[in-house]
């Protein structure tokens, strides 16, 4: 006898559950009116791009060392931390 929740049918389960999920939460954006016109043109400007980051960003994961990757990310939070800084609001128009 094989345990629930094993063999073919779990992987497809999963997907089932978030799809569900993801459809649930939108409908409450929708419902809460987070989703509007405005925000629909931002995500379809940007969200090519973000995509297209996901997708070199998971092909060079593998192609780096621990090291790089560290690196990568400290320069990423680094980046974040010297934009988000009050004293470039004025300079960077905010």
């Known amino acids: 006898m094989r345990p629930v929740g094993s ?5 497809f389960a999963a997907k089932i559950v978030g799809c ?8 409450s954006y ?10 629909l043109a931002l995500a ?3 969200g090519p791009f973000y995509g297209l980051g996901l997708y070199i960003g998971s092909h060079l994961f ?3 060392s621990e090291r790089g990757y560290r ?9 974040a ?11 960077l128009g905010r």
Do not use: E, F, K, Q
């Open 20 to 27: 569900n999920i993801s459809a649930l939460t939108g409908v």
């Open 71 to 79: 690196w990568a990310c400290y320069g990423l939070i680094a980046m």
């Open 81 to 91: 931390s010297i934009v988000s800084l009050p004293a470039l609001d004025t300079m």
């Open 30 to 39: 929708l419902a809460g009116g987070l989703i509007t016109l405005p925000v």
């Open 7 to 11: 063999g073919d049918i779990a992987p």
């Open 44 to 46: 379809l400007v940007t």
């Open 62 to 64: 593998g192609r780096t």
